[in-house]
């Protein structure tokens, strides 16, 4: 999923796709869509899990019905694409790309679908977070980097953020939210070093719009003084 965010197009996907392959992909807009659907019901389930709302079960396990099961040597594992995937993973119905995508499509939900059983189980909040990282996208048309995920369920996510409440832009699309997941751990509130660097200069920006400014002066000026020594 967190690959996801970065697809702007249907290119994208196929470029990752081969990457994972280790060679060029040739996949349908059939299957890439498809794959973009998985996708989108576990970002979507994921939502529901985190404001204690109910998974749709039925929806999950009516995509387990059509998979079936393979579990892969590490001997037998010969290929970049085999070795990105799990031991227990979908088994592929033929060897051609549309297919390999979705046996990856597959095992995805089957995975997913173990996560969702533990969290069920549970009464402690599940082990996955979303990055509170903030980044301004000034051509975006839409609440998320993920497209996909409907615009309320986004808000949602969005009014989170206290930078965003405060500022009163739950709703703007000049400010989005990172769209990336990761495993939950004590106080962990951002997916990298480079995201929670981005977010501290954005929120400080919003709560003093001179901040950027005063910053480029004082930058302006240390280097004016080493040009004079």
Not at 80 to 90: M, Q, T
Not at 93 to 110: N, P
Not at 212 to 219: D, F, G, I, V
């Amino acid at each position: 999923m967190n690959e996801q965010a970065t697809w702007m197009s249907y290119e994208d996907l196929i470029q990752w796709f081969s990457g994972l392959l280790g060679r060029p992909a040739s996949l349908s807009r059939t299957a890439v869509v498809e794959f973009q659907d998985g996708l989108n019901c576990i970002r979507q389930q994921v939502s529901a899990i985190h404001f204690h709302e109910s998974v749709d079960i039925p929806f999950i396990d009516q995509h387990l019905k059509d998979i079936s099961l393979e579990l892969i040597s590490p001997i037998s594992s010969d290929s970049a694409y085999s070795n990105a995937l799990p031991r227990l993973r979908a088994r592929a119905s033929s060897s051609d790309d549309d297919a390999l995508l979705r046996a990856l499509k597959q095992t995805l939900i089957v995975q997913f679908a173990y996560f969702v059983s533990e969290a069920l189980a549970q009464s402690e909040i599940p082990g996955i977070a979303r990055c509170e990282g903030l980044y301004r996208e000034g051509s975006s048309t839409h609440l998320s980097p993920a497209d996909s995920l409907p615009e309320e369920t986004e808000l949602r996510w969005r009014k989170e953020i206290a930078a965003l409440t405060e500022a009163g832009l739950e709703s703007s699309t000049d400010i989005l939210r990172c769209a990336d997941y990761f495993l939950a751990r004590s106080k962990a509130r951002f997916c990298s070093d480079e995201c929670r660097f981005r977010t501290f200069q954005l929120t400080k920006q919003l709560a003093d719009p001179g901040y950027l400014a005063a910053k480029q002066k004082r930058y302006r000026e240390r280097n004016e003084k080493r040009g004079d020594k």
